[in-house]
């Protein structure tokens, strides 16, 4: 391949652009890797080792983490051609110091020994986020998380609200709500004043969002207080210690009024929507931690249009499972106001979905309703190679798209690349 000056310019002025990340999954009282196995222990690694034929018995909590680690680099050969494995590569190579072409299991102990040595400095946490690029991060808070023990300024709360529209029939939940709260929340109304109370506890925090993921089948509807309260009715009748037995339509019907109430809320309290539509739970029942989700293409946002309709000062970021589903979000972010793009989430966030779906939404979708990308990650670690291969792309598609066609300036298009980066963030956020 020929280099591309330009792009390798623009590259490195991207790189100097501060990073907002609007989604993550990092724990902010303990945001660093602490050894190898925790970079290691990233769902991706052990989803791709497992699957090329390494057994679930490394991974065992038993199991010594130096020699799991080990493990998981002797079957790296086998997956040494992914995006993952070029993440960890730079990894090694930026934050560990290793100069070597690949990595495998001779280079387990230099590895773990070096990861042990720097990771344990005191100010590791800064030294990652100074070398990544990285200003703030957005956190992904349960409803009963308690929202101290951290910087504020650093790391931004969001409410993921998961167990709360999809698992309120099982009694552990209704438990860690009632001592989040103080309600019973055996009613649609007594509902509604938990969900305002978390609502201004999080503001109150400094939250910026509200978060969901969505499963492919659900099509969100109001329902009326009434059917609401019969339904919770029939969910605590239900249950036992442990469990329920409430039929997927009582299910159903708690999990739109719940999520309804949200939007309610979100309206109410000006604070953005993330949906993450379309993963089907446990499809391989036999995977790894974390490695049993995958899509269902028989998704479609028209299951939402009702509620973008409904909401016209609430705004959805959306990310999608599904590169193949990248053209109708795209759409609907043409169409509707309250509608974003919001970064390319879990299985389209390899190169070739990246590149392919960043430059349909540059040509379809006004650059001020658009959410470049996020990290998604648990360590801070993994913000570098991330947010790396998005800027590569976007450095290419800027030369390729905007500037040699004499679209934009060079100038504009650092513009450009300023608002998928930091500054739609900073406005639809209000960061």
Same mark, same amino acid.
């Given at each position: 391949?020929?280099?591309?000056?330009?792009?390798?310019?623009?590259?490195?002025?991207?790189?100097?652009?501060?990073?907002?990340?609007?989604?993550?999954?990092?724990?902010?009282?303990?945001?660093?890797?602490?050894?190898?196995?925790?970079?290691?222990?990233?769902?991706?690694?052990?989803?791709?080792?497992?699957?090329?034929?390494?057994?679930?018995?490394?991974?065992?909590?038993?199991?010594?983490?130096?020699?799991?680690?080990?493990?998981?680099?002797?079957?790296?050969?086998?997956?040494?051609?992914?995006?993952?494995?070029?993440?960890?590569?730079?990894?090694?190579?930026?934050?560990?110091?290793?100069?070597?072409?690949?990595?495998?299991?001779?280079?387990?102990?230099?590895?773990?020994?070096?990861?042990?040595?720097?990771?344990?400095?005191?100010?590791?946490?800064?030294?990652?986020?100074?070398?990544?690029?990285?200003?703030?991060?957005?956190?992904?808070?349960?409803?009963?998380?308690?929202?101290?023990?951290?910087?504020?300024?650093?790391?931004?709360?969001?409410?993921?609200?998961?167990?709360?529209?999809?698992?309120?029939?099982?009694?552990?939940?209704?438990? $860690?709500?009632?001592? /989040? %709260?103080?309600?019973? =929340? +055996?009613? #649609?109304?007594?509902? !509604?004043?938990?969900?305002?109370?978390?609502?201004?506890?999080?503001?109150?925090?400094?939250?910026?969002?509200?978060?969901?993921?969505?499963?492919?089948?659900?099509?969100?509807?109001?329902?009326?207080?009434?059917?609401?309260?019969?339904?919770?009715?029939?969910?605590? $009748?239900?249950?036992? /210690? %442990?469990?329920?037995? =409430? +039929?997927? #339509?009582?299910?159903? !019907?708690?999990?739109?009024?719940?999520?309804?109430?949200?939007?309610?809320?979100?309206?109410?309290?000006?604070?953005?929507?993330?949906?993450?539509?379309?993963?089907?739970?446990?499809?391989?029942?036999?995977?790894?931690?974390?490695?049993?989700?995958?899509?269902?293409? $028989?998704?479609?946002?028209?299951?939402?249009?009702?509620?973008?309709?409904?909401?016209?000062?609430?705004?959805?970021?959306?990310?999608?499972?599904?590169?193949?589903?990248?053209?109708?979000?795209?759409?609907?972010?043409?169409?509707?106001?309250?509608?974003?793009?919001?970064?390319?989430?879990?299985?389209?966030?390899?190169?070739?979905?990246?590149?392919?779906?960043? $430059?349909?939404?540059?040509?379809?979708?006004?650059?001020?309703?658009?959410?470049?990308?996020?990290?998604?990650?648990?360590?801070?670690?993994?913000?570098?190679?991330?947010?790396?291969?998005?800027?590569?792309?976007?450095?290419?598609?800027?030369?390729?798209?905007?500037?040699?066609?004499?679209?934009?300036?060079?100038?504009?298009?650092?513009?450009?690349?300023?608002?998928?980066?930091?500054?739609?963030?900073?406005?639809?956020?209000?960061?």
């Amino acid at each position: 391949m020929v280099h591309d000056s330009l792009a390798q310019e623009l590259f490195q002025e991207l790189c100097a652009i501060p990073l907002i990340d609007p989604h993550s999954h990092i724990d902010p009282r303990q945001p660093t890797a602490r050894n190898l196995d925790d970079i290691l222990g990233y769902h991706y690694y052990t989803e791709l080792a497992h699957s090329a034929g390494m057994s679930q018995a490394p991974l065992a909590p038993t199991v010594d983490p130096r020699e799991r680690v080990r493990t998981i680099l002797s079957f790296m050969d086998r997956f040494d051609n992914t995006a993952q494995y070029s993440w960890f590569l730079e990894i090694a190579r930026t934050f560990l110091g290793f100069q070597g072409e690949r990595l495998g299991p001779s280079d387990a102990d230099w590895l773990w020994e070096q990861a042990e040595r720097l990771m344990t400095q005191p100010d590791w946490e800064t030294q990652v986020l100074q070398r990544s690029g990285i200003e703030k991060v957005f956190l992904t808070n349960d409803f009963d998380d308690p929202l101290e023990g951290f910087d504020p300024t650093r790391y931004l709360p969001c409410l993921r609200t998961d167990d709360l529209v999809f698992h309120l029939d099982r009694p552990d939940v209704r438990q $860690r709500l009632l001592r /989040a %709260t103080g309600i019973d =929340a +055996s009613s #649609a109304a007594a509902l !509604r004043q938990v969900i305002t109370r978390l609502f201004e506890r999080f503001v109150a925090r400094g939250a910026r969002a509200c978060a969901i993921s969505l499963p492919p089948d659900f099509t969100p509807v109001p329902i009326a207080d009434a059917d609401l309260d019969r339904a919770l009715i029939d969910v605590v $009748r239900s249950n036992t /210690a %442990t469990s329920s037995s =409430a +039929s997927p #339509a009582v299910k159903a !019907r708690v999990a739109c009024g719940i999520f309804w109430m949200l939007a309610e809320h979100c309206r109410t309290f000006q604070l953005p929507f993330d949906l993450m539509i379309g993963v089907h739970r446990k499809v391989y029942r036999g995977g790894v931690f974390q490695g049993q989700d995958l899509f269902d293409q $028989r998704t479609s946002l028209i299951q939402y249009g009702e509620l973008f309709n409904t909401f016209p000062e609430v705004l959805f970021p959306l990310s999608v499972l599904t590169s193949s589903q990248n053209q109708e979000l795209a759409s609907f972010a043409w169409i509707f106001p309250n509608v974003l793009t919001n970064g390319h989430w879990w299985y389209s966030n390899i190169p070739v979905y990246l590149e392919r779906d960043t $430059r349909a939404r540059l040509q379809a979708v006004p650059k001020t309703k658009q959410i470049g990308y996020y990290s998604d990650m648990y360590k801070l670690e993994f913000g570098l190679p991330k947010f790396n291969m998005y800027r590569r792309i976007l450095a290419r598609i800027l030369a390729d798209d905007f500037i040699r066609p004499g679209i934009y300036t060079h100038a504009q298009a650092l513009d450009l690349a300023r608002l998928l980066l930091r500054d739609n963030v900073r406005t639809h956020f209000k960061v």
